[in-house]
């Protein structure tokens, strides 16, 4: 019962580096989502995606691009990266049936120097 | 500008301690709130609240709506050490695109 399942955990980077976060479901959900998290700024939405092919702009885009090829898959890439991109990355999913809560994955520590 | 406010920001209280977690809200179009966990990994759901004035139960824990006054409470009685972590409240706008606006959260300590 994998839920959604983000890789990797952790990620030292140096500066102008890039790097894509992998964020996979295994729930059939169509909406899937990628949140920063950073100390006492609770969650942020990067970008989302409402199905396959398709993805938009959240909250903070700025240096960051998005694919969903697959319904299954939503991959998050730093182009390059940068040490303000520092952070806990997190992914989610919802179905599109009703109105049901997001479900998150364990996230992704990610360092720049 | 939309925003969601919790209080406090932190909290520290002994085993057993009844505790009372804030959430605050200005959105428009809102459609529901959300209370999730977050101990080490991954947000944890606990309630969505859609209604005011219904309270929402599970074991210890417990929630409550007020649509009027724009805000929630989430209750915690008789608090372990296993229920140390960050709080979260979210508010959904009602897009068809489920998107939640996060408050900073409340990390609450529960000491032995």
């Known amino acids: 019962n994998a839920g959604v399942t983000q890789t990797p955990k952790f990620r030292v980077l140096k500066t102008g580096q890039s790097m894509t976060l992998l964020c996979a479901q295994d729930?059939?959900?169509?909406?899937m989502y990628w949140y920063r998290q950073d100390p006492g700024m609770g969650l942020r939405l990067i970008h989302y995606?409402?199905?396959?092919?398709?993805?938009a702009k959240g909250e903070v885009p700025d240096g960051y691009n998005v694919s969903r090829l697959k319904k299954q898959n939503f991959l998050l890439g730093l182009e390059s990266a940068a040490p303000s991109q520092t952070s806990v990355y997190f992914c989610a999913s919802s179905p599109l049936q009703g109105h049901q809560p997001q479900h998150f994955g364990d996230g992704t520590r990610l360092s720049i120097l | 500008e939309d925003k969601v406010v919790q209080s406090p920001l932190s909290l520290v209280v002994h085993e057993g301690d009844t505790v009372t977690l804030n959430c605050s809200y200005e959105v428009t179009n809102f459609r529901s709130l959300l209370w999730y966990k977050q101990e080490k990994k991954a947000p944890t759901f606990l309630f969505m609240l859609t209604s005011s004035g219904i309270e929402k139960k599970s074991g210890r824990l417990s929630s409550i709506l007020d649509k009027k006054e724009l805000f929630s409470i989430l209750n915690i009685t008789a608090t372990q050490t296993g229920d140390s972590a960050v709080y979260l409240c979210?508010?959904?706008?009602?897009?068809?695109?489920?998107?939640?606006?996060f408050g900073r959260g409340t990390q609450l300590t529960v000491w032995p």
């Open positions: 995606s409402v199905g396959e092919g398709t993805t």
């Open positions: 979210a508010v959904d706008r009602g897009s068809t695109l489920g998107r939640l606006y």
């Open positions: 729930m059939n959900h169509e909406y």
